[in-house]
């Protein structure tokens, strides 16, 4: 060993004493970050879902106990257990949003059920929807001397249609190829239109190597969906496993069961699978082959892709169809000269087989953004499919705004219904069930003659980009102009909560407002139906 003096000791010293505080910050660092990155990929026993989708519950009231922070917003005071009414303890979550004072009123309705009731005709109701005498200031930081307004009193009776009829659905079968955090935050979404239904799910995880498959399907299991859960990492696109779908789902299908396989993407959605049995799979002969699917509702999206069934819509086939195109999956995605899953489907279809795509209504690619009340507002048939809801525009209470059709009313859901102006004023009121509220006023002279007499509500409101560009006019047109925030006050569905009776939260925020006032703050609507 080489002889080394005391002198050079002490002056390297306080190098030694860096290098050893730089070592010992480097392995505290690589702990902590192994830590996360175990937790996150769910080595270290599998995480909660984060995506909590539209707040719906169906388990009892709100719990007590302490309120949910929120960035940007002061957590509201801890009250003790039974210091609040069940009402209040719903209205005081702090994962609303709301501000800590509201001004609130409520309407208890209940729902004549008819299978004569035309859900498509906008019902015309001269009373008032909501009663400025109702209307309460409530304070949610405290239940002191809170008294929520009651309803019962003068409940409010409208014509639905009858709820959907109950019955299962074992020959179908949906499948889904996607990444491992993708569909663990959309357990929610696909438990609202698949729990309880016995139709099967049948999901590819991309990166299924770096997770534990077998807690996932258990998750969805728990949700009441006949889920399984396959391992895939080669080849690494995600859009050729969604090609390979058509022979895993070939594969899993049940015989003399399964007769329609449905390939979605993981932000489809379906609110119910009886609008897509009954007015769509019902007209076609399961035994022959099928390709049934939707357009884009982007024209310039078609002249780019070509006609073909939109893989977001859902992509629909008979077992004829895919046994015919099953031998020569390889071949077709060599070839393919569009390399996604439903422009090589289209491809090979042509190429291999006679069958030729089945165009349907009520599947929607939703290749649109922004905001997209003008569509759920538009009084269009209940949709059977929407897409993009979570990733190009955000209407995360979809999930919970179906639960009016599923548990009162079948198809009411985005029914619509105009109501005179709230009493004591002069608006008109636009309710467009399980979505949204919409006050109109009086025109200004900039906008024109208000009320909604004024309005054309037989043409869609234009309110996402590119509406009047030209491209969306063959599958929403005729549109007409946005109204600005001056001649239209929206509360959105922000909540639901079903226990003995279906609670809807419609929220007009503060932020909102076309001139925000001192003092403002958040506006709440409460519509309370009879189950």
């Known amino acids: 060993m080489p002889f080394v003096s005391q002198r050079t000791l002490r002056n390297c010293l306080p190098l030694l004493v860096f290098l050893s505080l730089c070592l010992l910050l480097a392995v505290t660092t690589t702990t902590t970050t192994t830590t996360t990155r175990s937790l996150r990929n769910g080595s270290g026993g599998l995480p909660k879902p984060s995506f909590r989708l539209g707040n719906h519950q169906k ?130 979404a696909f438990a609202t239109w698949l729990s309880g239904t016995d139709a099967q799910l049948y999901v590819i995880i991309q990166d299924a190597d770096k997770h534990f498959l077998s807690d996932l399907e258990q998750l969805y299991r728990d949700s009441g969906i006949e889920a399984t859960f396959s391992a895939k990492n080669e080849p690494p696109t995600i859009e050729h496993l969604h090609f390979l779908l058509v022979r895993s789902l070939l594969a899993f299908s049940t015989p003399d069961v399964t007769t329609w396989m449905g390939i979605i993407d993981d932000d489809t959605f379906l609110p119910h699978l009886y609008p897509l049995q009954t007015r769509i799979l019902s007209k076609f002969n399961p035994q022959k082959a099928h390709w049934i699917g939707a357009l884009s509702d982007d024209f310039n999206a078609i002249s780019l892709w070509g006609f073909m069934a939109f893989g977001g819509a859902g992509v629909f086939l008979s077992l004829p169809l895919a046994k015919e195109i099953e031998p020569h999956i390889e071949t077709c995605i060599k070839r393919a000269r569009i ?31 922004g905001d997209v009340s003008g569509f759920y507002e538009g009084g269009l048939d209940v949709p059977v499919s929407l897409h993009h809801w979570r990733s190009w525009y955000r209407e995360e209470g979809l999930p919970g705004g179906v639960l009016v059709g599923k548990e009162v009313c079948g198809g009411c859901w985005l029914q619509r219904f105009k109501f005179g102006g709230i009493q004591g004023g002069v608006n008109d009121m636009l309710f467009v069930n399980g979505y949204s509220i919409s006050e109109y006023f009086p025109g200004t002279w900039k906008a024109g003659p208000g009320g909604l007499d004024k309005i054309d509500l037989g043409r869609i409101e234009g309110t996402w980009g590119h509406a009047f560009n030209g491209q969306y006019d063959f599958s929403y047109g005729p549109l007409r102009r946005r109204l600005g925030r001056a001649r239209k006050k929206s509360y959105k569905l922000v909540d639901v909560n079903l226990i003995q009776e279906l609670r809807q939260i419609y929220v007009h925020r503060k932020s909102d407002a076309w001139q925000i006032e001192e003092g403002a703050m958040d506006e709440v609507i409460e519509l309370v139906w009879e189950v």
């Open 339 to 369: 390399q996604s899953g439903d422009g090589i489907l289209k491809e090979c279809v042509y190429a291999y087989t006679r069958t030729k795509l089945s165009i349907v209504k009520g599947l929607y690619q939703h290749d649109i953004r």
């Open 59 to 188: 388990n009892g009231p709100a719990r007590h106990g302490k309120q949910k922070a929120i960035p940007g917003q002061t957590p509201r005071p801890d009250l003790k257990p039974g210091e609040c009414t069940p009402e209040m303890d719903f209205l005081r979550r702090q994962e609303l949003g709301l501000t800590e004072t509201i001004r609130y009123t409520r309407r208890c309705i209940r729902p004549i059920r008819s299978d004569k009731v035309d859900r498509n005709v906008l019902t015309n109701i001269s009373t008032p929807l909501v009663n400025t005498a109702t209307m309460a200031t409530i304070n949610l930081t405290s239940c002191a001397r809170t008294e929520i307004p009651p309803c019962k009193e003068e409940v409010l009776e409208l014509h639905v249609p009858n709820p959907y009829p109950e019955r299962k659905y074992p020959h179908l079968l949906f499948g889904v190829a996607s990444s491992y955090a993708r569909m663990e935050s959309s357990i929610d």
